[in-house]
């Protein structure tokens, strides 16, 4: 009855938060174990009751705060001058602005609907089809979960109970990987997209434009820097990297005015709210599935299934795959890790770390499939491109971030690189 309830409300197309509490409710009624009602709001607020889950809010307030205080449009300003002499240039430039903007914000949706909004238009005016300018802003929103800070990468070490900051480290190489590979997709399928190259565009020069973006520059450096040498905490690190956007935006690009901070703080209150909700939500489901047991029957299966740490880590990639074409990531993430990482710990020893960013860079392409494909459904509204035309040049850059995934299976040593 809990699974029929589960697909009945998202085929419902209710938030997934009710969904998930519905869900939770339906499983109490049925079981007549009405004592758990009891239990059921302190589970709720212990699960938001965590000190570091106050780096997401920090977070969400430094990129509406970027984006009020001009920050955003001088990453991707100078990311044009740098990248004027290579070929399919602005396609560089929307690629590059996206990692810059990964290492400050974090949330992967909110930088597609940023980077939608700006570089489409632009890469359309240069003359490339709008579906591939769609479709390689949504692909490169994926390093937003995994270039540090990433909130996915915050919420797995709430849960997980592992150092948020060795999450953050262990996310670097593959980022850059994936960053690579995207960059040779470009080269290569670049070229087909582009259907009337526009003429000649006046160039920017290149100090003046370095220089504006020298001070935004600095924000990703207080984050991973401050985080790998210990000097703060990611939560400290969101924390000072927020005070530093607010005096570069106000004090030197003088564009965030006074009157801009309550709009700021009302979206910031409202999506964080939305976040948070969703891990309450969750949280509470994720109870009842360890009510049940589940955890230990998952266990059970796997290990009748096969003895191979390898092959055990292939089967968790191939079932969070389809988790995440139908589950959001964060709600994925709260119900399955703590099902999934004891298997993984107690039976085949595979660290934590390594566990975690594999489990939060596949759940991450769910931004991608369908049927929910948050970040498809953001980069086709805010650029107004039908989802077949995006999902006609999506594919690749899905390729590429399995292929990442795999070479971070393979290779653990790549998640503790940087450490």
Known sequence: MTLLAFLVLMLLGMPIAFVLLGSTLTFIITSGNYRLLENLPQVI????????????????????????????????????????WVPHSIAYVSLTSNLM????????????????RVMTPEMERDGYDRGFAAALTAGAGLLGPIIPPSMVFIIYGVIAQVSIGAMFMGGILPGL?????????????????RKNPAGERKSIPLWRATRSALFTLSIPV????????GVVTPTESAAAATLMAVIIGSVFFRELKWGQLP??????????????FLIAAAKAFGWVLVYNQIPQQVAELLQNTTESPLVFMLLVFVMLILVGMVLDG????????????PVAQQSYGIDPVHFGIVTCMTLSLGLLTPPVGAGLYVASAISNVSLPRITKWILPFIVAACLVILAVIFNPWMVSLFS
């Not at 570091?52 to 100078?78: K, Q, S, W, Y």
């Not at 903007?101 to 609907?113: D, F, N, V, W």
């Not at 207080?222 to 040498?229: D, N, P, W, Y």
């Not at 709009?263 to 948070?276: M, Q």
């Open 45 to 84: 607020f212990s699960s938001l009751d965590v000190f570091d889950l106050l780096a997401i809010p920090l977070f969400i307030l430094l990129g509406e705060v970027m984006n009020e205080g001009g920050i955003t449009r001088r990453i991707i300003t100078a990311a044009r001058a740098w990248f004027a």
């Open 263 to 276: 709009g700021v703080l009302s979206r910031t209150a409202r999506n964080t709210a939305i976040v948070l």
């Open 101 to 116: 903007l990964a290492s400050i914000m974090g949330s992967a949706t909110a930088q597609i609907a940023i980077m939608s």
């Open 330 to 341: 964060i709600a994925a993430l709260i119900i399955l890790v703590p099902i999934l990482l």
């Open 177 to 193: 990987v994936l960053f690579v590979l995207i960059s040779g997709l470009i080269a290569i399928i670049a070229r087909r997209a």
């Open 222 to 229: 207080v984050i991973v820097g401050g985080i790998a040498f």
